[in-house]
């Protein structure tokens, strides 16, 4: 079975909307506007390029990350590697960058099962709080950010369920405050 990775920009208080920017949300640009730069604290997203196999996305990131992505060296991992949109509306993915659309959480749960390495989720936090509701996250990569920003879109869901148990397998504080936390779900 695959690993499904949820990777996050987060705020104490659970917001991960626009961490680099987006129009319309009050505090975009949080993690570059409001926290100093410290390069460490980025080693993970690296690592994540390097052993992810597949991405996997909301409709809404894919539509903002399309556009951008394919011509981001930084991104050339994610950029040859397969990606998967799940979408109840996505009429036909972008030729700028491919991707197979999904249509439900079940064909998700199918993807997990077939042959291969880990699946990243990027962005996409309606899809993450749905993956995670539905049982199908295995691991968190979490870059806490020391700030509270309020309102926004948040990381985690609110439904009403049994708690999830969380191993905490790796952790770093860096200079500038951020945190980073790697949990594997408990299943």
Do not use: C
């Amino acid at each position: 079975m695959r690993t499904l990775i949820v990777t996050a920009f987060v705020s104490v208080d659970g917001v991960m909307e626009a961490p680099g920017g987006e129009p319309g949300y009050r505090n975009s640009g949080w993690t570059v506007n409001a926290v100093e730069m410290d390069e460490a604290a980025y080693e993970i997203k690296g690592r994540e390029q390097e052993e992810a196999t597949a991405l996997l996305l909301g409709r809404r990131s894919y539509e903002a990350f399309s556009p951008v992505w394919p011509s981001m060296t930084e991104f050339a991992g994610y950029n040859a590697m397969p990606r998967y949109v799940v979408s109840t509306t996505l009429t036909e993915d972008d030729p700028r960058w491919p991707a197979t659309v999904l249509r439900t959480l079940d064909e998700v749960a199918e993807l997990k099962e077939t042959e291969g390495g880990p699946i990243s989720v990027h962005g996409s936090a309606a899809l993450g709080r749905s993956l995670a509701d539905a049982g199908l996250v295995d691991r968190y990569h979490l870059l806490v950010f020391p700030l509270l920003l309020g309102a926004g879109k948040r990381l985690f869901s609110d439904t009403d369920k049994d708690a999830t148990k969380l191993d905490l397998v790796e952790h770093a504080v860096y200079s500038n405050g951020v945190q980073k936390q790697v949990f594997d779900v408990v299943h």
